[in-house]
Structure formats: C-alpha cells, structure tokens
C-alpha cells in the first residue's frame, strides 16, 4: 500500500475541468492528466504510436483520448489502445496530386510496421484542491 509521502502534486482541481486535459512533468516524464466526470486519471502523455503529446488531442465524454497526430485512441481509464493510428488519407480530402498519393502510400506502408502500444497509466488522489500522482 503507497503511503501519501510517495505521492506528488502535479496541479490544482481548478486547472483541469471536466473534460479536459494537462500536460505535466513527473521525474522527467511526459503525463497527461485528464478530468472525466470530475474524476482525474493519469497517463504517459507520449502516444504509443510515434510519441506526440496525447494532451494536444482531445477527449470525449467517455473518455477516450485521441492523437493528433494520427488518430489513435487510448481509455483514459485504463490506458488501453481502443483504436488503431489512421494512415491513410481521409475520403473527405480533397485529391491529392499523384506523386503526393504515391508519398502518402509508401509513408503508410512504411507506418503500418510501427506498432501502437498502450499507454502506461498512474494513480492518481486528490487532496483539497490538489491533483497528486503517484511517482
Ligand atoms: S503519434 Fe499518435 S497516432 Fe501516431
């Protein structure tokens, strides 16, 4: 059982409302705290994917948190990968030049070898009005 001495505070209840996200630095490591519900969670904020910073992502009100940059999915919850990054262009673009489409093709090819892990998650407790995590 932790004792609250191996917790540390990373922010106060007021800079996170619900439904969203902050950056925070923990013994050199990137974290992502996030407001579901009024209820905080902690997780590495590097994606599991090509490392871009979860928290410049967005949420939704279950709590599923999704990359900027190529759309993969993480429960918040659990830290667990719910959908896989996009690699291909979407439909809804408009054409892209052929030597574009050929680029964008090998840059895919080349991603689909990249595997997407799940993101590491921390405890987190709440004290008055302080956010802490467990180091
Ligand atoms: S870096 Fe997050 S999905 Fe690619």
Not at 5 to 32: C, N, Q, R, T
Not at 111 to 135: C, F, L, P, W
Request: overall charge neutral.
């Amino acid at each position: 059982m932790p004792n609250s001495e191996s917790y540390v505070e990373v922010a106060k209840i007021d800079e996170i409302p619900p439904g969203k996200m902050k950056h925070v630095e923990l013994d050199g490591k990137d974290i992502v705290v996030c407001n579901l519900n009024s209820k905080f969670y902690a997780m590495d904020d590097r994606c599991g994917h090509m490392n871009a910073l979860l928290s410049m992502g967005n949420i939704s009100n279950d709590g599923v948190v999704t990359c900027p940059f190529h759309g993969a999915r993480f429960d918040v919850t659990t830290g667990k990968k719910v959908k896989e990054p996009v690699l291909t262009p979407s439909q809804q673009m408009e054409p892209l030049p052929k030597t574009w489409q050929n680029y964008m093709e090998h840059v895919g090819q080349l991603m689909s070898h990249i595997k997407t892990y799940d993101q590491k998650t921390y405890e987190v407790q709440v004290e008055g009005n302080r956010i802490k995590i467990r180091a």
